[in-house]
C-alpha cells in the first residue's frame, strides 16, 4: 500500500512546492470564484428573500468556474516546460501520475474554497455552522477534479485548449453541480445530514465511478 | 508473387461482396422507409386525444432509440480502440459518434415538435429531455475534440475516453436529474402513452423502429467506407500501436 501511495504523494508534492513558491494557482481561483459572487450579486439582487434561493446555485457556480480555470492550468506548466516528458520518464505507472496530479488539484481547489465559504457566508449572510457542507464540498470537489484532470491531461494538447475543458467538463460533471447545489441548498434550508444523504451517495457514486475509470484510461492519454 | 495476386484477389472480392451488402441493404432499408412512411401517414388510426400530431412519436422514439444505439457502439468501439489500438475502431466510433449527435439532435427537434402541440411549450427540463440535451452536448464535444486534437493518433485515443466516459456518465445524469426534478409535478412522459397504445399503433412503432435500425445500420457503414477513403486520401493511416 505505502509502494502504491508514496509514488502519488511524490507527484503532488511536486505540485504543492511549485504552488508554495508561485502561489499562481490558488491565487488566480481564488479571485475569480470571488468575482463571479460579485458578478452574480449584480444579476440577482439577493435580497434575504432571494438569498436561499440563489446563494447555493451562486457558490457552486462560482466553485465550478473557477474550478475549471485552476484545470486548465494543471498540465500547462507541464507541457510548456516539456517536464511532462520527465514525469513519464519516472519508474512509475500511469495511474500514478493521474493520482499525483489529481490529489494536487483536490488540494488547491478545496483551500481555495475553504477561504470562499466563509467570505460568502458573510457577503450573502448564511451559517456555516452545518458539517455536511464541507462532507459536500469534498465529495463535489472530488469528482469534479478526477473527470477534471483527465480532460485536462487532454485539453492542453488541444487547439483553442481554453475552451475545450469546459466543453468537455461541464455536461460529464452535470451531476456533480445537480447534488452539490441540492444538497446545499437542502443544508441551507434547515435539512439533516439524513435528508440530504441519496445526494452525498450520489457524489461519492460519481467520485468512485470516475476515479476508476479515469485511473484506467489515463494512459492512453499520456502516450507520445 | 502468385501469393500478391491472391491477397489482391480476395481482398477485391471482400470489397465486392461489401459492396452487394451494401447495395442490398440500401434496398431492403429504402423499401422498409417507404412502406413505415405509409403506415405512419396512411394506415395507422388518429390518436383520439392528442389528434394528428401524435404522429410525430413514430418519428421521434425510433429516432431516439438509434441515438442510444449509436452512443453504445461508440462506448464499445472506445473500449476495443483502446485495448486494440487498431484503426478500424476509431473509425467506428468516430462515424457512429457523427451519427449520434445527427440523431439525438433530430430526437429533440421531434420532441419539442410535439411538447409545443401536446405541453403548449417547446421545452421542460424534465428528466429525460434534460439528460438528452446533455449527451447532445456531451457528444458535440467529442467531435470538438477530434477537430481540435493535435495529430490524428491522439485524435483517436482522446476521443475513445471520451465516448467511454460520457456513456458511463448517461445513468448517473439521469437518476441526479430525476432526483433534482423529483419535487416537482411529472408531466405526462412517453411511458404513459405507450402504455395505451393499440396494437396497429402499436405494430407501426415497432416496424418504425427497426426501419430506422436498418436507415443506422446503412449510414453508419458508408460512413465508415467514407472514412477509410478519406485517410486513404490524406495518408493519414494512424500507425497501428502493438496492445
Not at chain 1, 436561499?52 to 475549471?68: K, Q, S, Y
Request: one cysteine or more.
Amino acid at each position: 500500500m505505502t509502494g502504491f501511495l508514496i509514488p502519488i504523494l511524490v507527484v503532488t508534492w511536486k505540485d504543492i512546492l511549485l504552488e508554495l513558491r508561485t502561489k499562481d494557482m490558488v491565487t488566480s481561483i481564488f479571485v475569480f470564484g470571488l468575482l463571479t459572487a460579485v458578478i452574480f450579486n449584480f444579476a440577482f439582487d439577493p435580497t434575504p428573500a432571494v438569498v436561499a434561493l440563489v446563494v447555493p446555485g451562486i457558490i457552486w457556480v462560482a466553485f465550478t468556474f473557477a474550478g475549471v480555470l485552476g484545470l486548465n492550468r494543471a498540465f500547462v506548466l507541464e507541457k510548456d516546460r516539456g517536464s511532462l516528458e520527465g514525469l513519464l520518464l519516472c519508474p512509475v505507472s500511469r495511474d500514478v501520475i493521474y493520482l499525483g496530479k489529481l490529489l494536487a488539484i483536490f488540494l488547491f481547489m478545496l483551500v481555495v474554497e475553504a477561504i470562499l465559504f466563509p467570505v460568502f457566508a458573510v457577503l450573502y449572510n448564511f451559517s456555516l455552522a452545518d458539517i455536511t457542507l464541507f462532507l459536500i464540498a469534498v465529495l463535489a470537489t472530488l469528482g469534479f477534479a478526477g473527470v477534471g484532470t483527465l480532460f485536462s491531461a487532454m485539453a492542453v494538447n488541444t487547439r483553442s485548449r481554453e475552451i475545450m475543458l469546459p466543453v468537455l467538463l461541464l455536461p460529464v460533471a452535470a451531476p456533480v453541480v445537480i447534488a452539490a447545489v441540492a444538497a446545499t441548498s437542502d443544508i441551507m434550508g434547515g435539512a439533516s445530514v439524513g435528508d440530504v444523504s441519496r445526494w452525498l451517495q450520489l457524489l461519492a457514486t460519481f467520485d468512485v465511478i470516475f476515479l476508476i475509470v479515469s485511473s484506467f484510461v489515463f494512459g492512453a492519454v499520456l502516450e507520445e | 508473387m502468385e501469393t500478391t495476386t491472391d491477397t489482391q484477389k480476395s481482398r477485391t472480392s471482400n470489397r465486392d461482396v461489401a459492396s452487394v451488402a451494401k447495395a442490398v441493404l440500401l434496398v431492403v432499408g429504402g423499401v422498409m422507409m417507404l412502406a413505415d412512411i405509409a403506415l405512419i401517414f396512411l394506415w395507422v388510426p388518429t390518436e383520439q386525444v392528442m389528434g394528428v400530431v401524435q404522429r410525430i412519436f413514430y418519428f421521434h422514439v425510433p429516432l431516439a432509440w438509434t441515438g442510444l444505439l449509436s452512443t453504445t457502439v461508440v462506448f464499445i468501439s472506445s473500449i476495443v480502440y483502446l485495448w486494440k489500438g487498431q484503426r478500424r475502431w476509431d473509425a467506428l466510433a468516430h462515424s457512429s459518434a457523427e451519427l449520434s449527435v445527427m440523431f439525438i439532435t433530430l430526437t429533440l427537434i421531434t420532441g419539442a415538435t410535439w411538447a409545443k402541440m401536446a405541453w403548449g411549450v417547446w421545452w421542460t427540463w424534465e428528466p429525460r429531455l434534460t439528460t438528452t440535451l446533455i449527451l447532445w452536448l456531451m457528444y458535440m464535444g467529442y467531435l470538438m475534440l477530434r477537430a481540435y486534437a493535435p495529430t490524428p493518433s491522439l485524435a483517436a485515443r482522446y476521443s475513445a475516453v471520451m465516448g467511454i466516459i460520457a456513456f458511463v456518465d448517461v445513468p448517473i445524469v439521469y437518476f441526479s436529474v430525476n432526483w433534482w426534478r423529483g419535487i416537482h409535478p411529472r408531466v405526462v412522459g412517453v411511458g404513459a402513452t405507450s402504455g395505451s397504445l393499440d396494437s396497429d399503433m402499436l405494430i407501426t412503432l415497432i416496424f418504425s423502429v427497426f426501419t430506422f435500425t436498418v436507415l443506422f445500420t446503412y449510414v453508419l457503414w458508408e460512413r465508415v467506407s467514407l472514412r477509410n477513403a478519406e485517410d486513404a486520401v490524406q495518408g493519414m493511416h494512424i500507425t497501428e500501436r502493438t496492445a
